[in-house]
C-alpha cells in the first residue's frame, strides 16, 4: 500500500497492466490530473476500473444520511456531502477520454446490502466520515450520535424488527482501456 496524491503517482511510466478505485474519484481535488496520471502509470492496452456512488436521491441510506448532516451539522457541511456524488457518468467518462483512455463505458450498478441494526450501526458509520467528524468537532459527540439516530429513525421504513435493514446502494462502474 502506497500513500500518494492521485496527481503525482510515484511509479513509472506503464508499470500496471491494471488500476482500480473504488469510491475515490469523486474525491480528488483534480480529476483530469488524477486521469492523466493514471493512463501514465497503466501500459497501452492496460485497463483502468474505478467507481463513484450514484446520485444520492437513488440510495436511501444516503438520502437519510445527507438530511441528517443537514440537520445537526448545518448547511455548509451538506453542501460538502454532495461532494460524494459527483461522480456523475458525464464527469467521469469525459476525464477519461480526455486522459486518452478508449472504450470508456459507464454504468450503474445496484447492489442490496445487508447492514446490522441501524441503531448502532448508523451512528457508528457517520462517525467514520469527515462529515461525522465535523459534526463531532463544531457540537459535540452527543450532536453526532443525535445525527446518527436521526439517520436511523430516517429509514425506519426499510427496518426489519430486528433493527437490521437491506438497502439498495447504487454506484457508477468506469471502465477504460489505456
Given at each position: 500500500?502506497?500513500?500518494?496524491?492521485a496527481?503525482?503517482?510515484?511509479?513509472?511510466?506503464?508499470?500496471?497492466?491494471?488500476?482500480?478505485c473504488?469510491?475515490?474519484?469523486?474525491?480528488?481535488?483534480?480529476?483530469?490530473?488524477?486521469?492523466?496520471?493514471?493512463?501514465?502509470?497503466?501500459?497501452?492496452?492496460?485497463?483502468?476500473?474505478?467507481?463513484?456512488?450514484?446520485?444520492?436521491?437513488?440510495?436511501?441510506?444516503?438520502?437519510?444520511?445527507?438530511?441528517?448532516?443537514?440537520?445537526h451539522?448545518?448547511?455548509?457541511?451538506?453542501?460538502?456531502?454532495?461532494?460524494?456524488?459527483?461522480?456523475?457518468?458525464?464527469?467521469?467518462?469525459?476525464?477519461?477520454?480526455?486522459?486518452?483512455?478508449?472504450?470508456?463505458?459507464?454504468?450503474?450498478?445496484?447492489?442490496d446490502?445487508?447492514?446490522?441494526?441501524?441503531?448502532?450501526?448508523?451512528?457508528?458509520?457517520?462517525?467514520?466520515?469527515?462529515?461525522?467528524?465535523?459534526?463531532?468537532?463544531?457540537?459535540?459527540?452527543?450532536?453526532?450520535?443525535?445525527?446518527?439516530?436521526?439517520?436511523?429513525?430516517?429509514?425506519?421504513g426499510?427496518?426489519?424488527?430486528?433493527g437490521?435493514?437491506?438497502?439498495?446502494?447504487?454506484?457508477n462502474?468506469?471502465?477504460?482501456?489505456?
Amino acid at each position: 500500500f502506497t500513500v500518494a496524491p492521485a496527481e503525482t503517482l510515484p511509479f513509472e511510466d506503464a508499470a500496471f497492466d491494471a488500476v482500480v478505485c473504488q469510491q475515490g474519484v469523486q474525491f480528488f481535488p483534480d480529476l483530469d490530473a488524477a486521469f492523466a496520471e493514471t493512463a501514465r502509470v497503466t501500459r497501452p492496452g492496460g485497463r483502468f476500473a474505478a467507481t463513484a456512488w450514484a446520485a444520492r436521491e437513488l440510495i436511501p441510506y444516503f438520502v437519510a444520511q445527507y438530511e441528517a448532516v443537514g440537520e445537526h451539522g448545518g448547511k455548509e457541511l451538506a453542501e460538502d456531502y454532495e461532494g460524494a456524488f459527483s461522480g456523475t457518468p458525464e464527469r467521469l467518462s469525459a476525464a477519461m477520454l480526455g486522459a486518452g483512455f478508449h472504450d470508456v463505458a459507464v454504468r450503474r450498478i445496484t447492489f442490496d446490502i445487508p447492514l446490522p441494526p441501524l441503531d448502532a450501526y448508523a451512528p457508528g458509520q457517520l462517525s467514520s466520515t469527515s462529515w461525522g467528524q465535523a459534526i463531532a468537532g463544531t457540537a459535540g459527540e452527543d450532536a453526532l450520535l443525535r445525527a446518527g439516530r436521526a439517520v436511523h429513525t430516517r429509514l425506519a421504513g426499510h427496518t426489519a424488527p430486528d433493527g437490521t435493514a437491506i438497502l439498495p446502494f447504487t454506484a457508477n462502474l468506469l471502465t477504460g482501456i489505456r
